[in-house]
Every structure is written in C-alpha cells, then in structure tokens.
C-alpha cells in the first residue's frame, strides 16, 4: 500500500487508484478502515479482474502476484507491470515519472 504515501501527487495529475485483491468484502472495509487508506479497494473474490488482466496467480508465491496498470479514461491500458514476486511493484516515483511522461499535471 506504498500509493497511500504519495496519493496526493496521483490526484495532482488526475489520477485515481482503484487497488484490486482476492480479499472479500468484509476483509477490504475493515482493512481499509484500519489503515485509513485514502483510495477505493475492490474484492475480486472469484479472480475475475485477475483473470481480465492476466494476473498470475502463483501458490508457491503467495497467491495472486502484484500487478500495476495505468488505464486512461478510454479505458486503453497505457502500462502494464507485472511482477515477478511478492516485492517485484514499481516505486511511486517511477509510477509519478511514468505518468508525467504520458499526461501532464493537473494544476
């Protein structure tokens, strides 16, 4: 949940993340809750958003590797990350760089 830290700098760009994991509902609100994470958190219980993006799923991993897309208003998927492990997730400056690159900041 390292996107919490710099969320403000994703909204200044007209960015929203939307985290999507195995967890139920119940699980996502109350850890939500507790961290007072400030961005949506959506179950995909049955896999179906995994399934979508080609997210693998590895048991000897821990279940569902991490994945990060950045996916415009047209709903064209502008990067894609898949990692390779449970540490393998681009560094929010690399996601800010990334997106500068792509759209300019919103003032």
């Known amino acids: 949940m390292q996107l919490r830290q710099d969320y403000d700098k994703f ?3 007209g960015v929203e ?8 509902p119940n699980a996502f609100k109350r850890y ?14 049955k896999n179906q958003a ?8 590895n048991l000897f991993k821990f279940g569902r590797m991490p994945a990060l897309f950045v996916i415009d208003r047209a709903g064209i998927i502008r990067y894609a990350h898949y990692g390779d492990s449970m540490a393998d997730i681009p560094t929010n400056q690399e996601v ?5 690159g792509l759209y300019k900041p919103v003032d």
């Open 32 to 45: 939500w809750q507790s961290e007072t994470i400030p961005f949506i958190g959506c179950p995909d219980i």
């Open 50 to 57: 995994a399934d979508q993006y080609y997210q693998e799923v």
């Open 11 to 13: 909204l200044q760009r």
């Open 17 to 24: 993340i939307i985290a999507i994991g195995p967890d139920g």
């Open 96 to 100: 800010l760089e990334l997106l500068d």
